[in-house]
Nanobody
Framework: QVQLVESGGGLVQPGGSLRLSCAAS????????MAWYRQTPGKQREWAGT???????NYADSVKGRFTISRDNAKNTVYLQMNSLTPEDTGVYYC???????????????????WGQGTQVTVSS
């Protein structure tokens, strides 16, 4: 019913920047919080940051000051601007969204959490 598709991952040198996007589509009535998570090698998936529907943000200490989350509600899209990247930032980045869905008879359900498929970010010289 709802799909999240990430894009923008790739290879970047240490100290570089990368911008990830995550677009939600499907039977969406509205989206509450949207978030980014990452799974670095040898570690469990960890939360990176969240943006509310109103634009308030919170970040993990590991990315605070380097990563910025923003969103375009008209496009149901969330972004992750990553600066000053280090090899420790290498991993698979996932977006998540808490979605209120609309049904065929006009009812609202949720919110439900949906996940993207992940996009690889590699920081290496």
């Amino acid at each position: 019913q709802v799909q999240l598709v990430e894009s923008g991952g790739g290879l970047v040198q240490p100290g570089g920047s990368l911008r990830l996007s995550c677009a939600a589509s499907g039977s969406i009535f509205s989206i509450n919080a949207m978030a980014w998570y990452r799974q670095t090698p040898g570690k469990q998936r960890e939360w990176a940051g969240t943006i509310s529907s109103g634009g308030s943000t919170n970040y993990a200490d590991s990315v605070k000051g380097r990563f910025t989350i923003s969103r375009d509600n008209a496009k149901n899209t969330v972004y992750l601007q990553m600066n000053s990247l280090t090899p420790e930032d290498t991993g698979v980045y996932y977006c998540a969204a808490d979605v209120i869905t609309s049904t065929s008879n006009g009812r609202k359900r949720g919110p439900f959490r949906y996940w993207g498929q992940g996009t690889q970010v590699t920081v290496s010289s």
